[in-house]
């Protein structure tokens, strides 16, 4: 769902509230258990994407928007294939605590933010952990980093603050 509702904020030029995706998904409230992220089908994708054309819009525009997640998508791919191993040794190194695990986040930040600190909560809202949580699981922490890579982020780059924090 977070895929999804990147590419639909990007569509309407707005973050669009997960509660409006959902509607528009038609995914049933019986669907929806706390604790999990609701999944879409394929025929609740396309028919909100064809809601969600409105008058004036081109097919270019959209091509756009979806060329580009598509590269997002398969520059995570491609990348995690070298990153889960090493990510794999973070978490069992740093026993998942969210401090360390903020840490390494804090210095894949772009400059001129890389290493300072994220406002508080944010890692938890990253990772999909509780508010009160102090650690993450190890599919936690993958998916997180699979779902945040762009086009613009390598193996290179990402061993190199992994290696910093002595996972790689």
């Known amino acids: 769902l977070e895929l999804i509702t990147a590419l639909f904020s990007e569509m309407a030029g707005a973050p669009i509230p997960p509660q409006t995706l959902i509607s528009l998904l038609g995914i049933p409230k019986e669907d929806l258990t706390p604790g999990t992220i609701p999944s879409a089908s394929k025929a609740q994708f396309e028919n909100a994407v064809k809601q969600s054309v409105d ?11 979806f060329t580009n997640h598509i590269a997002r998508i398969e520059n995570s791919i491609k990348v995690m294939a070298d990153l889960r191993g090493p990510l794999q040794k973070l978490h069992a190194i740093t026993g998942g605590d ?8 804090c210095d894949t930040i772009p400059e001129p933010n890389t290493g300072k600190p994220m406002p508080p909560g944010m890692i938890n809202a990253l990772l999909h952990v509780p508010g009160d949580a102090t650690t993450c699981t190890e599919e936690q922490l993958l998916n997180c980093v699979e779902k945040n890579l762009d086009p613009s982020d390598s193996s290179d780059k990402m061993l190199a603050v992994l290696k910093k924090h002595g996972a790689a």
């Open 55 to 65: 008058e004036g819009d081109t097919a270019e525009a959209y091509k756009k928007v």
């Open 98 to 105: 969210l401090k360390k695990i903020e840490a390494f986040f």
